[in-house]
């Protein structure tokens, strides 16, 4: 475990503005990144993650705001205890994995023989020893990328930002990356990951912050942005019962979804508070002859949705 | 000792991966072969070049035989600087005797036999030229008749007829035809005219009294020429020696501008793959983009060197060896200059300079683009820049003070290469001092400008678009694109 500061956010994002000409990527941005957390950065396309996280790693300069980056400003002093996984990602074809681990962990200030030692290691833990020596342009695109989150690994730092990870990587490897992502964790560090695939971030992410249009659209926990989204439930009555006229006294809304061998199917938006309960009662008070009620789980999709129809141009 | 320590990664990485690199040993190989091709392939395509049949039809035998003597001096002289050329690699010693005893000789081929019979044995074997031209008799006189064999539809012996001398009229009425279907070949016909013009002055002084050995004496009068260079010892003539190192001069030259602009190549596709791959945001959160810039030019500034080390050790011995062989020969001149040690040290100092200023353009320039597509509409003024200098060798060998040469030395851009052009001229210190002040002055101003403009490219704060934008509002204020990238 890494002596990670639990008592002081790993990055802290104070009012960040960026603008390239009219458009203005990111937008009074403001928001931190706990320590020994796995963080969300999620937002759709164009949202201003990537710039957000050149920003944090000091490659972009914004017009305003502050980053705090373990403590610091995110100078090479700091940026030698940080790892980073750009976005559109390349390597340089002619050289070996082991190779260009060694490279960056060298470039981050370790020696050679212990940057090698470190190649090697990580290289066998995940699966690539067979391929240490062999070029990259014979590997295929999810080796290449688990070699390059290697790389922004192997002088094991204690913040870990990775934009966009699973982008272009069938199932299987995402399974692998969201292992490296989890190992990493496990191991105390902070990880800051982008990404627009919302199931990604609801299985991993303690907190995330939501972008839209440059802002932050929600900022906190996983179950608090799953508390934010819309519920229903799924409902079968027998025959040609009317759920919708039934309930309609008791101002639930009721959409028809068609019919069963046995009778008709509904969905039901539930009540923010206490929904589900509030909907079995209206039903056995109208009489309803239920033969399913299954209120439906929320998911950060639903969450992520609703939040951006919500969010401030 | 940390932006060291980056630097040398940086530079390192660049080094192996281009010595690492097929492409490296192919050229390693193929730039000394194309050169000795550059170099052979004339002789060896005059060699391959068949003899060309000439007939010569004359109204005035005596004309016809004059015109017939100018081809045969002329294929002499070609075989006896042969011959000298044989003697200088074999026997030197000895070349002086041989070539009296080809002198001494009238008949071609017992002239041959004399010259060789005087040196010793030993050393590869003479090769004789192939005739250039061979005298064949004709096998019409009217023109109508000798088409079909000019223009190759009928053979003389076997071969085709290359062109027919008419010498019609005699004396001072003499007219000269040339027939010939190569219209670009004039040397026949040049050589049949200084022929017949010099029988028609001989028979022309003649018809005045003089005698024919008189004739001959006074057709052959020429100054006794010497030339002299005020920068040497007193009374030293200037010889093939000393106007060596022009000729050398050129040739590093040449591969001082192929050299410059290959490198510098190769630094702008390198950056490009690393900015188009991201690889170089990756290394922005662990070196500075000034460590990129130094380390960039550093790594392939020592491809080149091993490059050149590799070439100037077997080069260098390659001329040694060979000018060993003739010692006294135009070769062993040549090669002499290029080994001189003022003249490397000049190449030395030209190739950094002309290197550093154009790989960091070049590297900057990279640095703004996304495809080797964007970068050639940016580097195209580059180039134009570059071939300034190549107009000016021209010039330049004529006369290396030349006004407009002198000028265009201080012209920063062109000096490293116009300062290795002139090195041989005995330049004064202060035009040597001065452009290179200017020059270092320049190459600071261009580091400085150009590591500005690459960290704005790698930090993708600005781009070719906004660039092209600027220069084409040329002041006006115009809205800053959004990046290309996902933001």
């Given at each position: 475990m890494l002596p990670a500061m639990r008592a002081s956010p790993a990055l802290i994002v104070e009012g960040l503005r960026k603008s390239y000409g009219a458009h203005r990527a990111v937008d009074g941005l403001s928001f931190s990144a706990p320590a020994g957390s796995i963080f969300g950065v999620l937002g759709p396309n164009g949202a201003g993650k990537s710039t957000t996280m050149r920003i944090v790693v000091g490659i972009i300069k914004p017009d305003a705001g502050r980053v705090t980056l373990l403590g610091g400003t995110p100078d090479q002093r700091t940026l030698a205890r940080v790892g980073y996984l750009p976005e559109e990602r390349g390597l340089y074809r002619s050289m070996t994995p082991r190779a260009i681990i060694t490279y960056f962990a060298r470039l981050k200030g370790l020696r050679a023989r212990t940057a090698r030692q470190r190649a090697d290691a990580l290289l066998e833990a995940h699966g690539l020893g067979a391929w240490g020596r062999r070029k990259i342009k014979t590997l295929s695109k999810g080796m290449a990328q688990k070699v390059q989150i290697l790389a922004a690994l192997a002088h094991e730092p204690e913040f870990v930002l990775l934009d966009e990870p699973f982008s272009g990587l069938d199932p299987v490897n995402q399974q692998a990356v969201e292992a490296l992502i989890r190992t990493a964790a496990a191991a105390g560090r902070t990880v800051l990951f982008s990404t627009h695939v919302m199931e990604h971030a609801e299985r991993m992410c303690d907190r995330i912050v939501l972008i839209a249009n440059g802002k932050s659209a929600f900022d906190g926990r996983v179950e608090q942005a799953l508390a934010l989204a819309p519920r229903s439930a799924l409902l079968e009555t027998e025959g040609g019962y009317d759920l919708a006229a039934a309930l309609a006294p008791a101002g639930l809304a009721i959409e028809a979804l068609g019919g069963t061998d046995a009778g008709r199917r509904w969905r039901a938006a539930l009540p923010p508070q206490d929904g589900a309960r509030r909907l079995l009662a209206a039903c056995v008070a109208a009489g309803a002859p239920l033969t399913l009620f299954e209120p439906a789980r929320a998911t950060l999709h639903d969450a992520f949705v609703r939040l951006l129809a919500d969010a401030p141009p | 000792?940390?932006?060291?320590?980056?630097?040398?990664?940086?530079?390192?990485?660049?080094?192996?991966?281009?010595?690492?690199?097929?492409?490296?040993?192919?050229?390693?190989?193929?730039?000394?072969?194309?050169?000795?091709?550059?170099?052979?392939?004339?002789?060896?395509?005059?060699?391959?070049?068949?003899?060309?049949?000439?007939?010569?039809?004359?109204?005035?035998?005596?004309?016809?035989?004059?015109?017939?003597?100018?081809?045969?001096?002329?294929?002499?002289?070609?075989?006896?600087?042969?011959?000298?050329?044989?003697?200088?690699?074999?026997?030197?010693?000895?070349?002086?005797?041989?070539?009296?005893?080809?002198?001494?000789?009238?008949?071609?081929?017992?002239?041959?036999?004399?010259?060789?019979?005087?040196?010793?044995?030993?050393?590869?074997?003479?090769?004789?030229?192939?005739a250039r031209y061979r005298i064949t008799p004709a096998p019409a006189r009217d023109a109508e008749a000798l088409a079909p064999y000019?223009?190759?539809?009928?053979?003389?012996?076997?071969?085709?007829?290359?062109?027919?001398?008419?010498?019609?009229?005699?004396?001072?009425?003499?007219?000269?035809?040339?027939?010939?279907?190569?219209?670009?070949?004039?040397?026949?016909?040049?050589?049949?005219?200084?022929?017949?013009?010099?029988?028609?002055?001989?028979?022309?002084?003649?018809?005045?009294?003089?005698?024919?050995?008189?004739?001959?004496?006074?057709?052959?009068?020429?100054?006794?020429?010497?030339?002299?260079?005020?920068?040497?010892?007193?009374?030293?003539?200037?010889?093939?020696?000393?106007?060596?190192?022009?000729?050398?001069?050129?040739a590093l030259t040449f591969v001082l501008w192929g050299s410059v602009f290959g490198v510098s190549n190769m630094l702008l596709t390198s950056v490009l793959e690393e900015k188009s791959n991201k690889i170089l945001d990756a290394l922005l959160t662990s070196v500075t983009p000034l460590q990129i810039l130094i380390g960039k030019l550093l790594g392939v500034a020592c491809v080149s060197a091993t490059l050149f080390l590799i070439w100037g050790v077997l080069g260098a011995g390659g001329l040694a060896q060979?000018?060993?062989?003739?010692?006294?020969?135009?070769?062993?001149?040549?090669?002499?200059?290029?080994?001189?040690?003022?003249?490397?040290?000049?190449?030395?100092?030209?190739?950094?300079?002309?290197?550093?200023?154009?790989?960091?353009?070049?590297?900057?320039?990279?640095?703004?683009?996304?495809?080797?597509?964007?970068?050639?509409?940016?580097?195209?003024?580059?180039?134009?820049?570059?071939?300034?200098?190549?107009?000016?060798?021209?010039?330049?060998?004529?006369?290396?003070?030349?006004?407009?040469?002198?000028?265009?030395?201080?012209?920063?851009?062109?000096?490293?290469?116009?300062?290795?052009?002139?090195?041989?001229?005995?330049?004064t210190p202060g035009e040597i001092a001065g452009p290179i002040l200017a020059l270092v002055i320049t190459l600071a101003l261009v580091l400085m400008f150009a590591a500005r403009l690459f960290r704005a490219g790698v930090s993708h704060q600005l781009k070719a678009a906004d660039v092209r934008q600027r220069l084409g509002s040329a002041g006006r204020k115009r809205p800053h694109p959004a990046p290309s990238h996902g933001a």
């Open positions: - | 000792m940390r932006l060291l320590r980056g630097v040398y990664l940086i530079a390192r990485r660049e080094y192996l991966a281009y010595v690492g690199a097929w492409g490296f040993w192919v050229s390693l190989i193929t730039t000394p072969l194309l050169l000795a091709v550059m170099i052979f392939t004339p002789a060896l395509l005059s060699r391959a070049e068949p003899t060309r049949q000439i007939a010569i039809i004359a109204d005035d035998a005596g004309a016809g035989a004059a015109v017939r003597a100018a081809f045969e001096a002329q294929e002499r002289e070609r075989l006896r600087a042969a011959l000298a050329a044989h003697a200088e690699t074999v026997d030197p010693k000895s070349a002086p005797a041989a070539l009296a005893a080809f002198d001494a000789r009238a008949d071609l081929d017992a002239a041959r036999r004399a010259a060789l019979a005087a040196l010793e044995l030993g050393g590869p074997p003479f090769q004789a030229p192939v000019l223009t190759g539809a009928k053979e003389v012996e076997g071969a085709p007829l290359f062109a027919v001398l008419r010498v019609i009229g005699s004396g001072e009425a003499t007219r000269l035809e040339y027939w010939s279907a190569n219209l670009t070949d004039q040397a026949p016909a040049a050589r049949a005219r200084t022929a017949l013009a010099d029988r028609m002055r001989t028979q022309a002084l003649a018809a005045r009294g003089l005698s024919a050995p008189e004739v001959a004496r006074i057709e052959g009068l020429a100054p006794a020429f010497v030339q002299y260079d005020p920068r040497t010892p007193a009374g030293r003539e200037v010889t093939r020696r000393d106007s060596a190192p022009f000729f050398a001069a050129i060979t000018a060993a062989l003739a010692p006294s020969g135009q070769f062993a001149d040549f090669a002499g200059a290029l080994l001189m040690p003022s003249l490397a040290a000049a190449f030395a100092l030209c190739f950094a300079a002309g290197y550093l200023m154009y790989g960091a353009m070049f590297l900057a320039l990279g640095a703004l683009c996304d495809s080797i597509q964007e970068a050639q509409t940016l580097v195209g003024p580059v180039f134009f820049v570059l071939t300034i200098p190549i107009l000016l060798i021209g010039p330049a060998f004529e006369n290396p003070n030349a006004p407009i040469v002198a000028a265009a030395s201080w012209f920063p851009p062109a000096t490293p290469f116009l300062l290795m052009l002139r090195a041989p001229a005995g330049l």
